[in-house]
């Protein structure tokens, strides 16, 4: 959905008002000023959309081990973890989500992690590349991944993205955070192996409508 430049004429009180009620929401006069008007002419912006997905995530993981961070009119939402390893180190799950495609990725996967264990990290680094090595002998799309210091990364892709609605979305990129985290803490903890974890992506590959 493209933007143009367009003139209008409004009065110096509305405007102020305006500008007030866009900086509560966390965004600008003009975001605002189009939001306002998509909703009253029924049109989803990718604002809108991206809105709604997150607002459905959150309430997805409203009760349970992982806890998300939301807040409105933002593009990327935050979802908290913890591992049952000695100290509880937290997990924390960034997804962002772009306002076009670029091809078939329509946002981003960071995990970020902090520990001064190297027999932690070297366990974590081990279950990263066994997730990319899975899910390259299962996943129909390219995904691009990258680990770093502290961060592991991974393209969200998907077929005809635009086709599904924002709750069929939402509980996608839901249950693969769940699927991932779930994972990760049975590796850590030792209670499953990579072919076990392996066997459970395929399952839920055969039993998910939308892979991301």
Same mark, same amino acid.
């Given at each position: ?44 912006? @990718?604002?809108?959309?991206?809105? %709604?997905? &997150?607002?459905?995530?959150? %309430? &997805? !993981? ?6 998300? &961070?939301?807040? @409105? ?24 989500? $772009?306002?076009?495609?670029? =091809? ?8 970020? !992690? ?25 996943? @129909?799309?390219?995904?691009? $991944?990258?680990? =770093?210091? =502290?961060? !592991? ?13 924002? =709750? ?12 991932? *985290? ?17 066997? *459970? ?12």
């Amino acid at each position: 959905m493209g933007k143009s430049l367009y003139s209008l004429i409004l009065s110096d009180e509305v405007v102020r008002k305006i500008d007030t009620l866009a900086h509560r929401s966390g965004t600008n006069r003009s975001n605002y000023i189009n939001s306002i008007l998509a909703e009253h002419a029924s049109v989803t912006t @990718p604002e809108r959309r991206i809105n %709604d997905i &997150f607002g459905l995530i959150n %309430d &997805f !993981f409203g009760d349970g081990d992982i806890v998300p &961070f939301y807040t @409105p009119n933002q593009s990327s939402m935050s979802l908290k973890s913890c591992l049952e390893y000695k100290y509880r180190p937290t997990m924390k799950y960034e997804v962002e989500l $772009y306002r076009s495609e670029v =091809g078939k990725t329509v946002g981003q996967l960071d995990v970020l !992690f902090r520990t001064t264990s190297s027999e932690l990290l070297n366990k974590l680094v081990e279950f990263f590349r066994m997730w990319v090595n899975v899910e390259r002998s299962i996943l @129909p799309l390219e995904h691009e $991944y990258e680990l =770093g210091e =502290g961060k !592991f990364s991974r393209s969200i892709s998907s077929e005809n993205v635009m086709n599904h609605s924002s =709750g069929e979305f939402a509980a996608a990129i839901s249950g693969y955070v769940k699927l991932f *985290d779930n994972s990760l803490k049975s590796y850590i903890s030792g209670e499953k192996t990579s072919g076990e974890i392996g066997n *459970d992506y395929s399952k839920y590959a055969r039993n998910t409508d939308i892979l991301i």
